[in-house]
């Protein structure tokens, strides 16, 4: 039995190795660097310099306040937008359905520079499609891109838009996986679908809803690509800048990397914390 365990740990030892030097070992180095002054040369330990500054950085919190205003607001409009389309797709009534399917999850398979550029064409403000349908109804145009509100606004829509179909596809699966005889049961005891969603989809999908929260909830903290993109490095005037731009900022264009992984740090202690509130808070009572 020894022999055969040895020789498992053999086979795998090559991948621990690489496991190791390029996931461990950067994951460590990185929570070191976080108590070292990085602008001075050479590096020097000054365990209070990053966190001290991270505790009194305005751009911290205000980084910080952009992404849990992108959470609190974007995440649950986009879960119950996925779940309306999840409804749709499972519907009997619905043609085509593998063709939707596809339509729905391409976003997920566009590549973030080309659909950033077709988003800021799109919301132009002076030839973008939006305003010109806004024109077309007897609206005003909109700066989406000089305003921090409608910029915010733009962020929210451009991660709903590329998200939504994917975790549509995760709840539709959910869906396929609760046993018919239940459906039949209700309909036998003359319960209507609204009942029937609120009292068995609903309750049954409560796994799955939780796990597209929290793939939301850590995708949401990391958020970079569209207020990178899009509003052009977290403009108007750092109002769209995230927490993962902010270290972005710090880390590669300041090369303060100390203080980067402070945030970075920061960053997933913050989704470790809010995602097990979450869990927490849905957790089944016995």
Known sequence: MRNRNATAYRFLAPYLLIFSVFWVWPIISSFLISFQATRTVPWRFAPGFNWGRLIGDPAFFN?????????VIQVPVM????????????????????LYRFAFFAPVVVGEVAYSAVFRLMFSLDFGIVNKLLNSVGLPKIDWFSNVTPAMAL???????RWAGYNAIILLAGMQ???EDVYEAATLDRVSKLKQFFYITLPLLKPVIVFCLVLSIIGTMQLFTEPFLITERGGP?????????????????SLNFGYASAVAYTM??????ITLVQLWLTREKQ
């Open 177 to 179: 996986s609760i046993p």
């Open 79 to 98: 879960i119950a937008l996925a779940m309306v389309m999840a409804v749709l797709l499972n519907s009997p009534l619905l043609k085509a359905k593998g």
């Open 268 to 273: 997933a202690a913050l989704a470790i914390v």
């Open 237 to 253: 005037g750092g109002g769209t800048e995230t927490l993962g731009l902010l270290l972005y900022r710090q880390g590669f264009r």
């Open 63 to 71: 980084a910080l306040q952009n992404t849990l205003l992108i959470l």
């Open 155 to 161: 962020i929210m829509i451009a991660v709903t838009w």
